[in-house]
């Protein structure tokens, strides 16, 4: 940012990136108290997973400890890892969600 004559601040985009943009992994993290079908019903309705899929990811949280449930865009992964917490907490469980960078 620079200050212009008038001092307000103007942005000035330096690069122009070229390609897809980063993506960023939702991971869901075991816990020992949240129900199964509880993480089952959080992979369908929020990561739009069938039941069967979403039941395999579970197990693979259940049994390693953590799992991706969906690739997106910053915002997109963002706002998931947000709206998982939100109906979690309102819940009563304690299932952690959180998103990072794809390698
Ligand atoms: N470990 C939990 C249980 O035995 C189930 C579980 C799976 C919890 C995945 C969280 O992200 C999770 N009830």
Redesign the pocket.
């Known amino acids: 940012p620079s200050a212009g004559s008038d001092d307000s601040v103007v942005l000035e985009r330096r690069t122009q990136r070229v390609g897809p943009p980063k993506m960023y992994q939702v991971v ?5 108290f ?3 079908e509880f ?1 089952v019903f959080i992979i369908q309705d929020f990561f739009g997973k069938d039941r069967e899929t979403a039941t395999q990811i ?1 197990l693979k ?2 049994l390693e400890g953590k799992g991706v449930c969906g690739v997106y865009t910053r915002d997109v992964a963002s706002t998931k890892v947000d709206l998982v917490l939100q109906a979690s907490r309102q819940a009563g469980h304690p ?1 952690q969600c959180l998103s990072e960078p794809v390698e």
């Open positions: 869901l993290l075991n816990d020992d949240t129900p199964m993480v579970m949280i259940h299932l």
